[in-house]
């Protein structure tokens, strides 16, 4: 594999994380950390399993010889490789433990960098280093199709359409011929097929966004219904460990009347605010000065055509700890 590459989409990397001056082949190493959490947030779709993997990956490499490690022409290139056969692992792990999963099984939402720590509670910052690049591969609508696809599926398509791997390199991860990855790729933008579709300004999203919140807390089920597609689609994700719906809820007015029952039962301290979850508008319920849930939108033609709410709280570890 070449050496590391940036995802298609814009990303920037300001930070690297254990730069030492007094030992190149250390900064070298550790400045791909960033890059590799961010590849594994994409092919997990939780950040907790992403950085589980990069440090699996360092494991392996500091468990080789010195002499190894020295025999290795691009160190870049070898943990990406081996990042991306453990996230192959993982996901094919990661079937078997979903359908034991209490209700739907969500991504883990991201806040946006500038807002990383806004709503954390212990007052410190997160490492530049872990924060995802926010792009239009990390949105929620985008992260919920690939989990639709086979762990192959997926490991391919995000190498070589968002990474930029060629086919060959990619086989080396997915142990599959450059043609066979090539397929996987195929039929992955297949199932991708509408998200690619323009989407209204993130300001007019937003705006979407924010009518929907003011009519939430205004109890106006019909200025809620309005702003709802006819074939709009709420799904949540507790875990079995908080309370939320089990089924996805579909059309818009069984959503807007949901949202009503959660409206008259929200207690006391709740607030809710504006916030980008994985780089487009979202919401968060704080209750307290704790977020509790965390909802992302999709929105096409200035109505939302798909809310899910995170409740879980072990995916709510970037919004609220340390």
């Known amino acids: 594999m070449r050496p590391r590459r940036e995802p298609a989409t814009h ?9 030492d001056r007094t030992d190149p082949a250390l900064s070298v190493i550790m400045g791909e950390r960033r890059q590799l959490i961010n590849l594994a947030y994409r092919l997990l779709g939780s950040l907790a399993e992403a950085e589980d993997a990069v440090q699996e990956t360092y494991a392996r490499w500091y468990a080789m010889s010195p002499s190894q490690r020295d025999a290795v022409e691009s160190p ?11 996230c192959l692992n993982t996901l094919k792990s990661a079937r078997a433990r979903r359908e034991r999963y209490v209700g739907a099984w969500l991504p883990e939402p991201l806040p ?10 212990d007052g410190t910052a997160a490492d530049p280093a872990d ?46 011929t450059p043609a066979a990855c090539r397929q996987l ?78 409206a008259d039962r929200m207690p006391t301290g709740m607030t809710l605010l504006e916030r980008t979850v994985n780089g487009r508008p979202g919401l968060v319920a704080r209750l307290d000065g704790v977020v509790v849930t965390v909802f992302a939108f999709e929105v096409v033609d200035d109505r939302i055509k798909q809310i899910w709410a995170v409740r879980n709280p072990e995916k709510l570890r970037p919004w609220t700890s340390g």
């Open 76 to 86: 870049g290139a070898w943990l990406t490789t081996v990042a991306g056969r453990i």
């Open 11 to 19: 990303m920037t990397d300001t930070s690297r994380p254990g730069h």
């Open 131 to 176: 924060r995802v690049t926010l792009d239009e591969s990390v949105n929620m609508a985008f992260l919920v199709v690939l989990e639709s696809m086979t762990p192959a599926e997926r490991v391919a398509f995000i190498l070589h359409d968002v990474f930029r791997y060629p086919f060959a390199e990619v086989a080396e991860v997915t142990g599959r």
């Open 185 to 262: 790729a195929s039929s992955a933008r297949r199932r991708l097929h509408g998200l690619r579709d323009p989407k209204p300004p993130v300001a007019k999203q937003a705006g979407v966004v924010r009518a929907f919140k003011a009519a939430w807390e205004a109890k106006d089920i019909e200025a809620l219904i309005g702003l709802l597609d006819p074939d709009a689609t709420a799904v949540a994700d507790g875990g079995g460990l908080v309370m939320a719906f089990l089924d996805p809820i579909e059309g818009a007015e069984p959503i807007a009347r949901g949202w009503m029952e959660i």
């Open 112 to 121: 946006e960098p500038a807002e990383w720590a806004a709503d954390r509670t």
